[in-house]
């Protein structure tokens, strides 16, 4: 029984799915909007959310944590330059939005839009 155990397994060994959250974090600091299925969506919520609220607070160590977890420097900046200064005086969560869109053509998956909100 999985009694209090967080977060979805999505069919994905551990680092196989950490891997995959790192990316979709990078795709959607890039485009601000990524369309995926909708487990998927809310599972990257969770982490995206985690990683803004480490960002906004302006320790030198968080930004060692973001490099070690992100590994892409132009995506940083443009978190750093572009993303954060629009949640400088926001209450901590609700930075990303999930919509949902519909469903897969070839599997019948819920699908959903992701999306950075712009405050």
């Not at 930004?63 to 940083?76: E, P």
């Not at 053509?105 to 999306?115: L, S």
């Amino acid at each position: 029984m999985r009694h209090k155990k967080i977060g979805r397994k999505l069919n994905r060994n551990s680092s196989h799915r950490n891997s995959m959250f790192k990316n979709m974090i990078c795709s959607l600091i890039k485009y601000e909007l990524i369309r995926t299925t909708l487990p998927k969506a809310k599972e990257l919520r969770r982490y995206f959310e985690k990683i803004m609220c480490m960002v906004l607070s302006k320790k030198k160590k968080s930004f060692k944590l973001l490099f070690s977890y992100i590994r892409n420097k132009n995506i940083i900046y443009k978190l750093i330059n572009t993303i954060i200064p629009k949640f400088i005086n926001f209450i901590n969560g609700g930075y990303v939005q999930v919509l949902k869109c519909g469903y897969r053509n070839g599997d019948n998956a819920p699908m959903a839009y992701v999306k950075i909100l712009n405050r």
